[in-house]
C-alpha cells in the first residue's frame, strides 16, 4: 500500500457510507478511534472519544483494543504508542505535526539542558518522543500548574516548548522557571485588539483563552485553561455567550455540549477569517481515516530505547495529576 505521502493513497468507493464503514471496521479489526477536540466535526462525530491531550493520554492507556486510531496531531499518537508498546497505533495522515512541538530540537534542546546544569526538565506534551526522553516530567495544559506546584520550592527548572504556557506557569506559581522559546503559530496569531472588539459587542460574554495564547491576551480572560478545562467552563457557566480564544475546532464540542449557548470563534490578526484552525489538525479526513483503519497505515513507530526514556516522565506526569 502506498503511504509514500504520509497517509494512504487509495482511492475510496464512490457513495459509500465512510461513517458506517469506519464503524464496521472497529469492529473487525478491534479498533478505538480517539479524536482531539480540535479535529474536524466530522471525525469527532466518529470518534469514541474526543479529548484534550491529557485525556487521549490516559484513554489511551486503559483500552483493551488491539489498535488505537489517533486523530491529533504525530506527537499525540506517538504519546499513545509510548504508554502502550503492545498495540498498533495508526493516524489518519503522518504529516499533522506541530508548529509548537516542531520549535524545539531534541539536540538543541539537550544543549540548551547542558548549558543550564542543575535544573529539573520540565516538558509540555507537544513535544517529540526525543524531547520527551530528555524530560524529568511531562505536562499538559491541564496539569502543568498543579504538577510544577508539586515541586520543591527551591528546584531550578527549565520549562520548554512554550513560552506563553511558561510565562502563564511562573506568573500562577511564582515561580521563575527558565524558557525555551517557542510557541504555536495558531495561537500566537490570536489579537487582542480583535478580541476586545467583539467584547464590545458582546459586552456579556465571557472570555475563553488557551495558555499557548500571548500574555496580553491572556491577561483578559475570564478562563485560562485546556481544551477540556475551557468547555467545562463553558458548561458549567450561567454566562449564554462566550468569545473562544483556542483552536476553532472545540466549538464543535461546545455547541453540542451546551445547546443555547452562543460561542463567538476569537479571529487571527493579519486575516480576514473568522476562525483560527490548526492546519495540521485539519489534514485528518473521514477518507484519511477510513483508510487508516482499513489499511492499518501509517503506523506509528518509536524508537525503543527513546521510547523506554520518554515512558518515564510521561507515567510521571499521569502519577502526579
Ligand atoms: P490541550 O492539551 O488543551 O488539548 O491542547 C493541545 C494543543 O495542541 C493545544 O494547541
Ligand atoms: Fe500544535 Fe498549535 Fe496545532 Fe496545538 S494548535 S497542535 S500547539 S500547532
Known sequence: M??????????????????????????????VVLAHYYQKGEIQDVADFIGDS??????????PNRMIVLCGVHFMGETAKILCPAKKVVVPDMNAGCSLADSCKADEFEAFIKEHPGHTVVSYVNTSAAVKALTD?????????????????????????????????????????????????????????????????????????????????????DKVGSTAALLNYALESDANEFIVATESGILHEMI?????????????????????????????????????????QPEIIVNPEIAEAARRPIERMLEMS
Open 2 to 31: 502506498n503511504v509514500e505521502k504520509g497517509f494512504v493513497d487509495a482511492p475510496v468507493e464512490e457513495g459509500l457510507d465512510l461513517r458506517k464503514e469506519i464503524q464496521r471496521l472497529k469492529k473487525e479489526k478491534d479498533a
Open 54 to 63: 491529557l485525556a487521549l493520554a490516559r484513554i489511551a492507556q486503559t483500552l
Open 137 to 221: 516530567v511531562v505536562v499538559t495544559s491541564s496539569n502543568a500548574k498543579n504538577i510544577v506546584d508539586q515541586l520543591p520550592a527551591d528546584e531550578k527548572i527549565i520549562f520548554g516548548p512554550d513560552r506563553n504556557l511558561g510565562n502563564y506557569i511562573n506568573s500562577v506559581t511564582g515561580r521563575e522557571m527558565l524558557l525555551w522559546n517557542g510557541a504555536c503559530h495558531v495561537h500566537e496569531q490570536f489579537s487582542l485588539e480583535k478580541i476586545l472588539q467583539l467584547k464590545s459587542e458582546h459586552p456579556q460574554a465571557k472570555v475563553l483563552v488557551h495558555p499557548e495564547c500571548k500574555k496580553s491576551v491572556v491577561l483578559v480572560a
Open 256 to 296: 453540542k455540549k451546551c445547546p443555547g449557548k452562543m460561542f463567538i470563534p476569537a479571529p487571527p490578526e493579519d486575516s480576514t477569517c473568522a476562525c483560527n484552525d490548526c492546519s495540521f489538525m485539519k489534514l485528518n479526513t473521514l477518507e484519511k481515516l477510513y483508510n487508516s483503519m482499513k489499511y492499518e
